[in-house]
């Protein structure tokens, strides 16, 4: 009893409390961990976080920032929906891919902080704003790194080469520039300059990756 209060207590300080308390009650937690599928996802968040724990200060803050919205709220919201989508998740089991999600988000942050073109290349993103569809691809072809936004019949609206500094990917191209910054290596944050848009071009946006073909 006693080793597991203590295996407890470490995996709230390891998660900046994210995994005991807040919207989980302790007997909540505590009846969640008897499922082995959820304590297997708890310790595989433990880890990542310890690595997440190593990066730069600017990234870790941020993603520490996401790690406590995740826990007040963004956890159980979403559990709760996939409990919705499929009758047959027990609690545990929802909560245990919720936070396999998280860990991957988490991985997927750390990847981002030592951003390469070689681990954007060949990248595909969309976004989607009232309707109008955007599709970003980034390649890299040498030494070239090239990001092209095309519309959903397949013309190109902007093209750019681009060079990579730290997280963001800044692009320099006829009508202006912009910059694609990367949080995690799913959903980049994309910024065009006042010269883009008056030239007509708005590629501005949160982009989501393409997981299933359109």
């Known amino acids: 009893m006693i080793l597991v ?11 900046l409390i994210s995994s005991s308390a ?3 009650s302790d007997s909540d937690y505590k009846e969640l961990m008897k499922d082995s599928s959820f304590a297997d996802s708890e310790k595989e968040l433990a880890e990542v ?12 803050e941020h993603l520490q920032k996401e790690q ?29 891919q ?12 750390i990847d981002a902080a030592s ?11 969309i976004f989607n704003d009232n309707g109008k569809y955007i599709e970003l691809s980034i390649t890299l072809e040498g030494e070239n ?4 936004f095309s519309d959903n019949n397949g013309n190109t609206i902007w093209k750019a080469d681009g060079k990579v500094s730290e997280n963001v990917l800044t692009l320099s191209g006829e009508k202006g520039s912009a910059s694609i910054t990367f949080w995690n290596m799913s959903y980049p944050l994309v910024a065009g300059d ?3 848009k008056s030239n007509g071009v708005n590629v501005d946006g949160q982009y989501h990756e393409r997981v299933t073909a359109f």
Do not use: C
């Not at 998280?102 to 942050?109: D, G, H, P, Q």
């Open 145 to 148: 790194l090239t990001a092209t």
């Open 115 to 125: 951003l390469t073109p070689e681990k954007l290349s060949d990248g595909f993103f």
């Open 98 to 109: 919720e936070t396999g999600s998280r860990v991957e988000a988490i991985n997927s942050a």
């Open 194 to 196: 006042k010269s883009l």
């Open 49 to 60: 976080w310890t690595e997440a724990k190593k990066l730069p200060a600017k990234f870790f």
């Open 5 to 15: 209060k203590k295996f407890l207590s470490a995996l709230a300080v390891l998660f």
């Open 22 to 24: 807040l919207a989980l």
């Open 68 to 96: 406590r919205e995740w826990v007040s709220h963004g956890r159980d919201e979403r559990a709760e929906s996939l409990m919705k989508a499929d009758k047959t998740l027990s609690r545990a089991q929802a909560y245990a």
